[in-house]
Antibody, heavy 117, light 105 residues
């Protein structure tokens, strides 16, 4: 079955770089897009960026200057790197599959990232 | 594209028919999805293309609307439906509404 799982550090110091990994199973990264979405505590959802099945990427314009998404198809992993973290980047970070339509039909459980010194 | 959901909090009783609203800042051509997020969990896709039920979702959930105005209806509220519901447009990239928190009265 389709599964996604995020992993990464729970705590990052301000101004440093966040690195997260999304490990997928049950589908091919060459056939589906994977999107990163974040949710600050008690707030709504914000899409961050997507890597499509063909390897192309698109980023939310609000984050584009700080964000990079890549993948290793052989390991079924998608990577997020975001630099110059600030306290307002404290959030739950989810990866999700972009299925048909394109909507997010499967989600990982999320990883909580706190930005604090 | 801004998405506005109302109400932000809704209290209803088991068995009630519940209606949640979502308004887009411009015509989104039915490119509208609804997600359910229970406390501490990831969102779950309920509806896409405004009115198509995702596989495995109970038929008490339905979506309707067009243009800028969309609705999620739960025909008979169940205790397990307590959650926050988000709408999402995908006519131009993706934008989520602020959510409607549904609780039991």
């Amino acid at each position: 079955q389709v599964q996604l799982k995020e992993s990464g550090p729970g705590l990052v110091k301000p101004s440093l770089t966040l690195s997260l990994t999304c490990t997928v199973s049950g589908f091919s990264l060459s056939s589906y897009g994977v999107i990163w979405v974040r949710q600050p505590p008690g707030k709504g959802l914000e899409w961050m960026g997507v890597i499509w099945g063909n390897g192309n990427t698109n980023y939310n314009s609000a984050l584009k200057s700080r964000l990079s998404i890549s993948r290793d198809t052989s390991k079924s992993q998608v990577f997020l790197k975001m630099n110059n973290l600030q306290t307002e980047d404290t959030a739950m970070y989810f990866c999700a599959r972009s299925g048909e339509s394109p909507v997010f039909d499967y989600w990982g459980q999320g990883v909580m990232v706190t930005v604090s010194s | 594209i801004q998405m506005t959901q109302s109400p932000s909090l809704l209290s209803a009783s088991v068995g009630d028919r519940v209606t949640l609203s979502c308004k887009a800042g411009q015509n989104i051509n039915n490119y509208l999805a609804w997600y359910q997020q229970k406390l501490g969990e990831a969102p779950k896709l309920l509806i896409y293309n405004a009115n198509s039920l995702q596989t495995g979702i109970p038929s008490r959930f339905s979506g309707s609307g067009s243009g800028t105005d969309y609705t999620l209806t739960i025909s008979s509220l169940q205790p397990e439906d307590v959650a926050t519901y988000f709408c999402q447009q995908y006519n131009s990239w993706w934008t989520f509404g602020g959510g409607t928190k549904l609780e039991l009265k």
